[in-house]
């Protein structure tokens, strides 16, 4: 079984290329994994819901 791994803001931003006031408002519209919450002041993404989010995207285009 494998692990699974987070990806923190920082790492998140610069894998997709976007800024984090984007990945906020794509959260707000539905349209975008939420994050884990790690820690009363910590959140982070699962690798696997980013992957298959992408994944949508590339096969449903930009919407």
Do not use: C, N
Not at 32 to 58: C, G, H, M, N
């Amino acid at each position: 079984m494998a692990l699974e791994t987070y990806l923190r803001m920082p790492e998140l931003t610069r894998r997709l290329g976007i800024a984090r006031s984007t990945i906020y408002k794509l959260m707000q519209q539905d349209d975008f994994p939420k994050p884990l919450k790690l820690t009363p002041r910590a959140v982070a993404w699962s690798r696997q819901d980013i992957e298959d989010y992408l994944r949508r995207k590339r096969v449903h285009g930009s919407d």
